[in-house]
């Protein structure tokens, strides 16, 4: 992971607990009688966390929650239910409730906001904190804002006095963000309307306004006028809105040292592989529609989030294991084993072994729309609907441990090495003590792509597979398959 220095520095600091590290936190929520939702405990377990779905699923409602569970403190503003929830000549919300879990200093707490019949209660009893609620799903473009247009067509100055300038550190976050460097920037008013903020920004001594920016110019410069609080709690819909990736990563990688030297909690929600890849498995949540209801599932893999919003692929069988060492895995048993059914299926790495036993749960009640079957690692625990890949043992030591007897077989032929290269970089890896280094390090031994190094050793060790062990994991895909 780019992000991997600064993502561990903010763990570390998140687990400490309490004084010095988020003295304030939200540890959960819970939704009935809203959108779909019905009382899945949402866990809040990381200070960053991405909510990912499919449009209509949920994620904003889930925002929207967070964002009532607090009344203003030192100045901040209050979000109530009713702003977000409101009845209309359509929607008449009755028997709801948003119930969550806080925690101040290591006192953990629960309340609960309720609305009955006609009127929210437990507003009093909230709990205070600053809350900052951030929507840039619905940012538009500046000249297309209401009011806005108005101000561009009328002669008009800016009015100094009221100019709120970016210091030297938000000018630094937003070159750093946007990859290029800014003189500066500020949010400024015109004479003609005292209410509208119009971002101006300054690069290589030239100045253009909101209504002269692209659009991801002016989404990252309104976001870092915002004032993350102290010990608050931020949350930011649709964060990936108008940026390209290497902006997406950067501007997460922003926010993550933000967060650890201001130690607000982040709830955010995307649809961006890019997000989710710089964060850790447990800032990762998915929620799931199947059936008719929602399923909330924590640590899932980037792949596994755009393999559910994406319908570009239309395999008979989903396939999920743990990682893509397991995927490998995976596809040489089917190529040796089963080839009429490999093209039939699609493996997808789905991220922690609590996934899979959460797709196991789904599998063993029949819940997904198509043939499924779900693969844990050998030295995973047996779980409901799930099947354990061959060996014991995580595929990494199966494979290498099975082909180090034979000199690592005919891996050399697949990579075009010298056998004793193969052997020597293959044995010194596995000196390492973390498993998951060892194909790494060998490729580099080897100076060769670590995939590459890894597909040659599935297939000798998948040559060697025996019948019966083969049968295992084919026979349960043959049987789900039409």
Request: hydrophobic share 40%.
């Amino acid at each position: 992971m780019a992000a991997e220095d600064e993502i561990r520095r903010l763990s570390k600091k998140w687990a400490a607990g309490g004084s010095p590290g988020w003295p304030r936190r939200l540890e959960w929520l819970d939704v009935k009688g809203l959108r779909g939702w019905t009382g899945q405990r949402i866990p809040l377990r990381f200070p960053i966390v991405a909510i990912v779905g499919e449009n209509g699923s949920g994620k904003s409602t889930l925002l929207q929650a967070a964002a009532c569970a607090y009344q203003a403190e030192e100045g901040g503003r209050t979000w109530f239910p009713s702003e977000f929830f409101p009845d209309t000549a359509w929607d008449h919300a009755q028997s709801v409730s948003i119930e969550y879990g806080y925690s101040v200093t290591g006192a953990h707490s629960e309340g609960s906001l309720r609305k009955k019949t006609n009127r929210w209660l437990g507003h009093v009893d909230r709990p205070k904190r600053r809350v900052e609620y951030i929507d840039l799903n619905r940012l538009q473009p500046v000249a297309a804002r209401v009011g806005y247009a108005r101000i561009a067509k009328i002669r008009h100055q800016e009015v100094i006095e009221s100019a709120k300038n970016f210091d030297e550190r938000q000018v630094h976050r937003l070159s750093h963000v946007m990859g290029r460097p800014y003189d500066s920037a500020r949010m400024a008013l015109s004479s003609i309307d005292t209410d509208r903020k119009i971002p101006v920004i300054s690069r290589n001594n030239n100045e253009y306004s909101g209504y002269h920016q692209g659009s991801g110019e002016t989404t990252v410069t309104e976001l870092l006028q915002v004032d993350l609080p102290k010990y608050g709690l931020v949350l930011i819909d649709e964060i990936e809105s108008s940026l390209h990736p290497r902006a997406q990563r950067r501007l997460i990688r922003d926010l993550a040292e933000e967060c650890r030297q201001r130690e607000f909690q982040l709830i955010l929600t995307t649809h961006s592989p890019y997000v989710l890849d710089e964060l850790p498995p447990e800032a990762r949540m998915y929620i799931l529609e199947i059936g008719g209801g929602k399923s909330v599932v924590s640590g899932v893999s980037p792949q596994f989030a755009m393999t559910k919003m994406d319908d570009d692929v239309y395999p008979e069988c989903d396939l999920y294991v743990e990682d893509a060492a397991a995927k490998g895995m995976l596809e040489e048993i089917l190529a040796f084993h089963g080839k009429e059914i490999f093209s039939r299926c699609a493996i997808v790495p789905f991220g922690t072994a609590n996934v899979g036993h959460a797709l196991g749960q789904m599998v063993a009640q029949d819940r997904f729309p198509r043939p499924s079957r779900v693969f844990l690692d050998g030295d995973g625990a047996v779980a409901d609907g799930c099947i354990l890949l061959p060996g014991g043992d995580a595929p990494e030591r199966v494979i290498f441990k099975t082909l180090k007897p034979l000199k690592f077989a005919e891996t050399w032929s697949h990579i075009a090495r010298d056998v004793d290269l193969v052997q020597d970089a293959c044995t010194t890896a596995m000196t390492l003590a973390d498993h998951h280094e060892w194909v790494r390090a060998a490729a580099v031994k080897l100076m060769c792509n670590s995939d590459t190094l890894w597909h040659a050793m599935c297939i000798e060790w998948a040559k060697r597979l025996s019948i019966d062990d083969a049968a295992k994991i084919v026979n349960p895909i043959r049987d789900a398959l039409p």
